[in-house]
């Protein structure tokens, strides 16, 4: 059985991961104390995918009503000496027949040696489910983890921003990216 982290961390802590691990383009459009602020009410929902056993008997009803409500609640677990991962069963789309595994938070930044760790740990948490991969956020380049395909790169920024042509650092504006209109607005 894989390692779970007995005590789960605060969403202020799972606030600080996240925000040590996004993109240093994006650490100038909000200030980090707001910025926390914002993350620590988004990672309260995390927390509550790991706790709430009524919300994981609603999930695996729809998803996965052969497993225990038990088995879809998310996992706080130590994939290394100095590394923890919150991995949340997942369907691409809401689709029951493309399941697979998300790891949302890591409490450090992503290294290419911490793939395969992470990978055997989705299988070992969630295998049952078959999903058929694992998804890692991270905000470094394409290519800086191997062979590792990407799912998919997210540019968010504000939208006077997007508007302005090539982002701080970058060379083309919008390459590769994609506006997602069910972003949180708080960030325009």
């Not at 090539?166 to 504006?173: D, F, K, L, M």
């Amino acid at each position: 059985m894989n390692p779970v982290v007995s005590d789960l961390a605060a969403a202020g802590q799972l606030a600080e991961y996240a925000l040590a691990g996004q993109h240093r383009l994006t650490r100038h459009w909000v200030d980090d104390e707001h910025r926390l602020r914002l993350l620590a009410g988004e990672r309260a929902d995390d927390l509550r995918l790991a706790t709430d056993l009524d919300l994981a008997r609603a999930r695996a009803a729809r998803f996965a009503p052969d497993h225990a409500a038990g088995a879809m609640l998310d996992r706080w677990v130590a994939a290394g000496d100095d590394l923890s991962v919150m991995l949340s069963m997942r369907y691409e789309g809401g689709n029951v027949d493309k399941p697979f595994v998300d790891g949302s938070i890591v409490s450090r930044g992503l290294q290419a040696r911490d793939v395969a760790g992470l990978a055997e740990m989705a299988v070992e948490t969630f295998g049952a489910f078959g999903p058929a991969y694992l998804r890692l956020w991270s905000a470094e380049p394409t290519g800086a983890f191997g062979d590792v395909g990407a799912d998919k790169r997210f540019l968010a920024a504000p939208i006077r921003a997007l508007r302005g042509g090539p982002a701080e650092g970058t060379s083309e504006a919008g390459s590769g990216s994609r506006w997602q209109p069910d972003r949180p607005p708080d960030l325009a």
